[in-house]
């Protein structure tokens, strides 16, 4: 890449944007041109991470862009203010980089769909589209090996979103953090069903060609002392009458980056002519076709920059004016978000929600 692309992280809500600046940090071709939160402790991790000079740390957003004037901007806001945040630095003009989930309802993805110019990119980033066993479970299920995609069963999660920060550092968890946390706040768009659904209905929207289910019915469960679910199960009915079931857990016994739990995190993908267990940072998924019923072990693919990590793939696309494919592509991820709200109202309602309503 010739260009050197510049990068700004902004909201350091959610952890990841410590894993975001270091794929920034690294990449042959792109600096981190400013960072900007209201809070300036929640930043010196990242100041002393990546040796970020003061003049490039902000606390206000209109500042930070005046100085920077970047190429892309990196959002981790609370779910809750993803529409708020893209609404006030689109008309800067640059790239948005949002981290998942999309929004906390379907009216703020819109609203952030709309905010953005027709000349630059919005992007929805999920983690789990770069692990190396959905995507080959993805190439698979485009070259046919396994028919059409009929069933999606997602089960996903992990100890808690405390229980670890960027780069995986593993951290107490204490009543008092959980206080101050958004992830444990109603408003803020916390909960195990907002912070993890979307992977599960979009990554399945990505499978299955960009089918939407007719109804959903989701139960939530969890602490009753908290005002957020950390456990809910979402099941899918399509046209066809094909069911799908999406499952999402705060409180696995392992986090499933350092061993994997029980059930297993990931999916399971039943097409017509055969199966896929595929699931988080495992070596090789397992494939079921009628020439191999008994199941065959697949290495998973080795995914090569610019195509192994959400930063350079899309630095990739902007510099050869490439459209964002797949979970990135925000009109995939609105599936996804339709599918979540259905989700959250069943769950309210305690009754099946018919998506044509």
Known sequence: MSKNWKV????????????????THEHPSAEIAGICDDDPRRMEDAIANFDISPERVFTDIDTCMRMTEPDL????????????????????????????????????????????????????????????????????IGEGQIGQVKEVHFYDGN???????????????????????????KSEGGGSLLDYLGYGTTLAAWFNGGLTPVEVTTVTGGDPGLEVDEHSISICRYADGSLSKFETRWGTFTDPWIHQPQPKCGFNIVGSKGTIASYDLEPSILIQTRRHPEGKIISCDDLQHPFHAPVPYVLHCLENGLPIEGPLDPQIARIGQLVVDAAVQSASRKSTVRLAD
């Open 159 to 185: 100890r808690g979103p405390l229980a670890h920060g960027a780069d995986k550092v593993v951290l107490e968890v204490t009543p008092e953090r959980k206080a101050e946390s958004w992830f444990y706040k």
């Open 73 to 140: 901007v990196i959002i981790c806001a609370a779910t809750a203010r993803h529409a708020e945040y893209v609404e006030k630095i689109a008309p800067f003009g640059t790239h948005l980089f949002v981290e998942k989930p999309f929004a906390d309802n379907l009216a703020g993805a819109d609203r952030m769909l709309a905010a953005v110019r027709e000349d630059r990119q919005l992007v929805i980033n999920w983690p789990l589209r770069w692990y190396p066993s959905h995507a080959t479970a993805y190439r698979l």
């Open 8 to 23: 700004v992280g902004i909201n350091f809500d959610h952890m990841h944007m410590g894993d975001l600046l270091r794929q």
